[in-house]
């Protein structure tokens, strides 16, 4: 009786490692020639857990498109949205509070954790995060001052001294909307900060950025 030869398999856990690292280089030379956007190579950072510069072509690329702020005397001013039909806008933007886990432990109400000196610091960032984005307009003066349909400030402890902040904005309207979303979370993470401040000398503030905006046509 004919033996069939035995094909030896490699463990799966092997199979794994050799896709991961083929995805990971066809990623960076995809990136390299200029495939994948800026954001792309953020987005992928942010996956790893690092830090993600940005390549030196984003940069020193020259400006298609003239600065909507400024007149043809190079002088700020208002934009004119009056033409535009109304849309269906969300932005989404986050930022990063840093404290030492002590503080975080009281912020969060972990069990155990003394309550801070301010009181409840989520619920009074929260608020002040909603009011930033009804104020924008008030705040940065070339921004018009928008209606808001809905604003939501959320908070996710990433890791023992780090909270995540996003805040979530969306309106139908003609401009808009992600410097709603954008002073959300700044002045979320500015409001933590004044909170714990008292109890905490090594805060820190970090990578607020946009990261989603969407429009959609009404209707």
Same mark, same amino acid.
């Given at each position: 009786?004919?033996?069939?030869?035995?094909? /030896?398999?490699?463990?799966?856990?092997?199979?794994?490692?050799?896709?991961?690292?083929?995805?990971?280089?066809?990623?960076?030379? +995809?990136?390299? +020639?200029?495939?994948?956007?800026?954001?792309?190579? #953020?987005?992928?950072?942010?996956l790893c857990g690092e830090s993600a510069p940005m390549p030196a072509s984003h940069y020193?690329? @020259?400006?298609?498109?003239?600065?909507?702020?400024?007149?043809?005397?190079? /002088?700020?001013?208002?934009?004119?949205? !009056?033409?535009?039909?109304?849309?269906?806008? %969300?932005?989404?933007? %986050? !930022?990063?509070?840093?404290?030492?886990?002590? %503080?975080?432990? #009281?912020?969060?109400?972990?069990?155990?954790?003394?309550?801070?000196?301010?009181? *409840?610091?989520?619920?009074?960032? $929260?608020?002040? !995060?909603?009011?930033?984005?009804?104020?924008?307009?008030?705040?940065?003066?070339? +921004?018009?001052?928008?209606?808001?349909?809905?604003?939501?400030?959320?908070?996710?402890?990433?890791?023992?001294? $780090?909270? /995540?902040?996003?805040?979530?904005?969306?309106?139908?309207?003609?401009?808009?909307? *992600?410097?709603?979303?954008?002073?959300?979370?700044?002045?979320?993470?500015?409001?933590?900060?004044?909170?714990?401040?008292?109890?905490?000398?090594?805060?820190?503030?970090?990578?607020?950025?946009?990261?989603?905006? $969407?429009? *959609? @046509?009404?209707?």
């Open positions: 009786m004919t033996q069939i030869p035995q094909i /030896r398999m490699f463990p799966a856990w092997f199979s794994k490692i050799c896709v991961i690292c083929v995805i990971c280089v066809i990623c960076v030379i +995809c990136v390299i +020639c200029g495939y994948f956007s800026p954001r792309f190579l #953020r987005v992928l950072c942010d020193n690329r @020259p400006m298609t498109k003239k600065l909507s702020h400024l007149d043809e005397q190079g /002088r700020a001013r208002m934009v004119d949205v !009056g033409s535009k039909p109304p849309m269906r806008r %969300t932005a989404i933007a %986050t !930022g990063e509070f840093v404290a030492a886990k002590e %503080t975080l432990d #009281r912020v969060m109400g972990e069990a155990g954790a003394d309550p801070l000196p301010k009181g *409840e610091a989520l619920a009074v960032a $929260r608020i002040a !995060g909603i009011t930033a984005a009804k104020k924008t307009g008030d705040l940065i003066p070339l +921004c018009h001052p928008l209606p808001l349909d809905h604003a939501q400030i959320d908070f996710e402890r990433v890791a023992d001294d $780090r909270l /995540r902040i996003t805040a979530t904005a969306s309106i139908t309207a003609k401009t808009g909307i *992600e410097m709603e979303a954008l002073t959300a979370v700044s002045l979320a993470c500015l409001t933590l900060y004044d909170m714990t401040k008292a109890i905490d000398k090594n805060l820190r503030i970090e990578g607020i950025h946009l990261i989603e905006k $969407r429009k *959609e @046509p009404v209707g």
